[in-house]
């Protein structure tokens, strides 16, 4: 075939267009990076495998010490009635203090949920009680040559998660895998991509996932086997829950943070937070104990987080700033307005035995000229008390 005849100067629309190199460069250009630090911090803490599609957990407290008031009781009047059910916690010779006027009262008889006490045991000047009123129950003061006393038994509480099944697959014809690509050929390309995919599947099941179990499953496909879905920390966490919706402040944020620092190990928090929390923090101007907003990337639990900030009872708090949660809605208190504390030391990822993270190669029908391939894995996650952990939500743009 006779080629195009071009005359005068030769540029390069006349040179035939297959026979120009592109110019390409190798390195393969992410949007996003693999900000999986969640999974990376729990999967490293982690060493226990679950053999059953069912995970369970016990958690234990110690034995309640606060009771409050049912009633309003007049001064010195020797009764006192306690929120229903709080009976339990309490038996004779009990020392109670009121939490808001001081007085000390001793515990002669409990009726259910009534006590008759001996006021101002202390000779302090006896007070009127407020409905609401809290009590610390001191310690039992026990008389000489006093018989057993009654045995008081708080019961565990079960935790449990199921695990979930995930997969992602990828194929390519027999020719595709075969001809030369930029910045390497498939499908071993692909895989990388894949890897990242799947890891943030497992990311995002940890923060937002639901807690479900089906016996009989009703997929497309047609397949009706058992189906389990993994909970996520947004259906653990219900008892710190901030709506921040109104303002988001520094104070606002001592004064939701501090009960959960009470709980769990507070040098193990961390918080994870969408980019829109994160401005909030930059631009608070505090003092005191919460003066430092340190934006030094260290390496905690084995990731390099973003900045720290500090908070109630002076703790420096590792914060990870989620910047894939910049995509999510901040309207209507969008995922991109939330931010969890996360007990470390109270959350491990938990892969099915023989069942974690598999890369499965060959898995075409046989016959077919094609290549396919997935990484698989069954696994869940375990959070032990709820009340070790918090989050956030609503949190507004940042105003100053």
């Given at each position: 075939m006779a080629g195009t005849i071009a005359t005068g100067v030769v540029g390069t629309e006349e040179v035939l267009p297959d026979e120009r190199v592109v110019d390409m460069d190798e390195k393969m250009r992410k949007l996003t990076t693999d900000d999986a630090q969640f999974t990376t911090m729990s999967d490293r803490a982690s060493n226990r495998t679950a053999v059953r599609?069912?995970?369970n957990w016990l958690e234990e407290e110690d034995f309640p010490r606060i009771v409050s008031a049912a009633g309003a009781q007049t001064a010195g009047s020797g009764a006192l009635v306690v929120t229903a059910g709080q009976g339990k916690l309490l038996q004779p010779n009990d020392v109670l203090r009121n939490m808001r006027t001081g007085q000390a009262d001793r515990v002669i008889?409990?009726?259910?949920?009534?006590?008759t006490v001996a006021n101002a045991i202390n000779g302090a000047a006896t007070a009127a009680v407020n409905s609401g009123d809290a009590y610390l129950v001191v310690a039992d003061a026990q008389p000489q040559g006093s018989d057993f006393p009654t045995m008081r038994y708080l019961a565990r509480v079960l935790g449990y998660n199921y695990t979930q099944i995930t997969r992602t697959p990828w194929t390519f014809t027999g020719t595709q895998t075969?001809?030369?690509?930029?910045?390497g050929r498939e499908p071993a390309k692909e895989a990388v991509r894949k890897a990242r995919e799947h890891k943030r599947k497992w990311e995002a099941i940890g923060f937002f996932g639901a807690r479900s179990f089906v016996a009989s499953s009703t997929g497309a496909s047609g397949n009706t086997e058992p189906q389990g879905t993994a909970g996520g920390a947004i259906e653990f966490i219900q008892t710190y829950r901030g709506d921040m919706s109104a303002g988001f402040?520094?104070?606002?944020?001592d004064n939701w943070i501090q009960p959960i620092l009470a709980n769990g190990n507070p040098n193990a928090k961390v918080l994870f937070a969408a980019p829109q929390v994160a401005a909030n923090f930059s631009s608070w101007v505090r003092a005191g104990m919460g003066l430092q907003w340190q934006p030094t990337p260290e390496n905690v639990f084995g990731v390099q987080v973003d900045a720290f900030i500090s908070g109630a009872y002076g703790y420096k708090i590792p914060v990870v700033v989620k910047k894939e949660?910049?995509?999510?809605?901040?309207t209507g208190n969008g995922y991109g307005t939330y931010a969890?504390?996360?007990?470390?030391?109270?959350?491990?990822?938990?892969?099915?035995r023989d069942r974690d993270t598999k890369l499965l190669t060959?898995?075409?029908?046989?016959?077919?000229?094609?290549?396919?391939?997935?990484y698989m894995?069954?696994?869940?996650?375990?959070?032990?008390?709820?009340r070790a952990h918090g989050l956030i939500y609503g949190v507004p743009v940042a105003t100053t």
């Amino acid at each position: 075939m006779a080629g195009t005849i071009a005359t005068g100067v030769v540029g390069t629309e006349e040179v035939l267009p297959d026979e120009r190199v592109v110019d390409m460069d190798e390195k393969m250009r992410k949007l996003t990076t693999d900000d999986a630090q969640f999974t990376t911090m729990s999967d490293r803490a982690s060493n226990r495998t679950a053999v059953r599609e069912k995970v369970n957990w016990l958690e234990e407290e110690d034995f309640p010490r606060i009771v409050s008031a049912a009633g309003a009781q007049t001064a010195g009047s020797g009764a006192l009635v306690v929120t229903a059910g709080q009976g339990k916690l309490l038996q004779p010779n009990d020392v109670l203090r009121n939490m808001r006027t001081g007085q000390a009262d001793r515990v002669i008889t409990v009726s259910t949920d009534t006590l008759t006490v001996a006021n101002a045991i202390n000779g302090a000047a006896t007070a009127a009680v407020n409905s609401g009123d809290a009590y610390l129950v001191v310690a039992d003061a026990q008389p000489q040559g006093s018989d057993f006393p009654t045995m008081r038994y708080l019961a565990r509480v079960l935790g449990y998660n199921y695990t979930q099944i995930t997969r992602t697959p990828w194929t390519f014809t027999g020719t595709q895998t075969a001809i030369e690509l930029y910045g390497g050929r498939e499908p071993a390309k692909e895989a990388v991509r894949k890897a990242r995919e799947h890891k943030r599947k497992w990311e995002a099941i940890g923060f937002f996932g639901a807690r479900s179990f089906v016996a009989s499953s009703t997929g497309a496909s047609g397949n009706t086997e058992p189906q389990g879905t993994a909970g996520g920390a947004i259906e653990f966490i219900q008892t710190y829950r901030g709506d921040m919706s109104a303002g988001f402040t520094g104070v606002k944020f001592d004064n939701w943070i501090q009960p959960i620092l009470a709980n769990g190990n507070p040098n193990a928090k961390v918080l994870f937070a969408a980019p829109q929390v994160a401005a909030n923090f930059s631009s608070w101007v505090r003092a005191g104990m919460g003066l430092q907003w340190q934006p030094t990337p260290e390496n905690v639990f084995g990731v390099q987080v973003d900045a720290f900030i500090s908070g109630a009872y002076g703790y420096k708090i590792p914060v990870v700033v989620k910047k894939e949660w910049g995509a999510f809605p901040t309207t209507g208190n969008g995922y991109g307005t939330y931010a969890f504390l996360l007990d470390m030391d109270y959350i491990q990822q938990i892969p099915l035995r023989d069942r974690d993270t598999k890369l499965l190669t060959e898995q075409q029908p046989k016959g077919k000229d094609t290549y396919a391939a997935e990484y698989m894995r069954e696994a869940t996650w375990e959070f032990a008390h709820e009340r070790a952990h918090g989050l956030i939500y609503g949190v507004p743009v940042a105003t100053t």
